[in-house]
């Protein structure tokens, strides 16, 4: 044996020796951490093409029924179509951080979008500035609505939806893109697969037929009246508001009007009783006024009122429930008075503010004034006025006109206040 050889063996007796030492020692870098760098490698060397092997193929699904009988559950996943998506350029490991090894567990976790998305505003100073002017920033946002949202609530509740259930869970794009599920075309029918009636009578309804017909203008969808993420019982307040807000974006004038209204104020109030657009117009059969099926057409408008006017009459139907002032075309009459008002208003403002000008002037001049000498000058100041009837009172009106003129205060300042 050479000298190298002996060096060499002489080497590996020592490195053998002193693994065995420390081994009996229980000398370790920490508890566990062997383990946990093992799974690390196996979950580094774990890639998109390993996981494709069997989600790329197309059909796979496994079965949920027993002894592999239907229904399918479908796990595969087109690759194209992910890579194109919002999310193409993250591994399927970003995701599915579970997987550990393949094949992988059967019961895996489920992905939780919402505490990837919540922490995109975390950061140091310098990378948070440039995220508060990022698109980030509105992702966060909505993100946050959907939490406190009804779609949000513990799984298996009735109303749960997850992220998944409408962003759909590989194929993510933006909403303005027509491959997207939340697209304004394609919105009706992700909502539909949980609200069956709802897609129904929303496909009846004006706003699903002008849905698809581009000639006459974008039609509301299930996200214009409900907003995405900011979905409450539609019991709620925030909800009634939201959703009244909503029409107000298509129909500017008529929110305007409705807000004018007894309804309107009410409304803004607080009070979840009074009579909103959906009461009037039904939420998702809506129709013009002069089709049969509205429910504010002719021959339905005064079953819809006696709704909420159990007493109403022939005559009662005939509430303008849009009246505008400032449309002459629609509301001629309106429009007049309207302008007759505002004429006695100025005149009678004018009236007033002349009268009391006059009578200051009148005041001013009829001031006496006498003329005092100081170091051989003149100097004119102002006379202290005789009060003939000074220390005595006159009742100068009766507790009749006095009574009319606190109710008429009180009545001006109680309106002003409500």
Known sequence: MNRCDFRFVASLL?????????????????????????QNVEKKAITDADCLECHGQKGFAVPLGEDGSPPYRHLDVDAAALRASIHGRYRCLDCHSDIESLPHDQDLETVDCVNCHIRQGEGAAPERAA?????????????????HSVHAQKKGAKDNATCADCHTAHYVFPSDDP?????????????????????????????????????????????????????AEGEA???????????????????RSYKATTHGQLAWLGDTKVALCKDCHDPHNTHKVDDAASKISDENRLETCRKCHEDAGPDFVHFRAHADMGDFKRNPELWWLGRVMVAIIILTLFFFYSHSMLW????????????????????????????????????????????????LALSVLTLVLT
Do not use: M
Request: with cysteine; aromatic share 10%.
């Open 237 to 255: 307040l925030s909800a009634q508001r939201v959703i009244t807000e909503q029409c107000g974006t298509c129909h500017d004038r008529e929110a």
């Open 179 to 231: 491959r997207s599920s939340t697209y304004k075309l394609n919105a009706p029918e992700s909502c539909g697969s949980c609200h069956e009636k709802e897609l129904t009578e929303y496909r009846q309804s004006i706003h699903g037929a002008s849905l698809k017909t581009p000639w006459k203008g974008d039609s509301a969808t299930c996200t214009d009246c409900h907003s995405a993420h900011r979905i």
């Open 131 to 147: 995220w508060l002017h990022s698109d980030s920033l509105d992702i966060v946002i909505q993100t946050k609505r959907y939490t």
């Open 360 to 407: 200051f002037w009148r005041e001013l001049k009829s001031r006496p004034y006498e003329w005092v000498v100081v170091d051989g000058k003149r100097f004119r100041v102002r006379a202290k006025r005789i009060k003939h009837n000074s220390g005595r009172s006159f009742q100068r009106f009766s507790w009749q006109w006095r009574l009319n003129h606190w109710a």
């Open 14 to 38: 020592l490195a053998l020796v002193s693994a065995g030492i420390f081994a009996e020692e229980g000398v370790e870098p920490s508890a566990g951490q062997p383990q946990t760098e093992q």
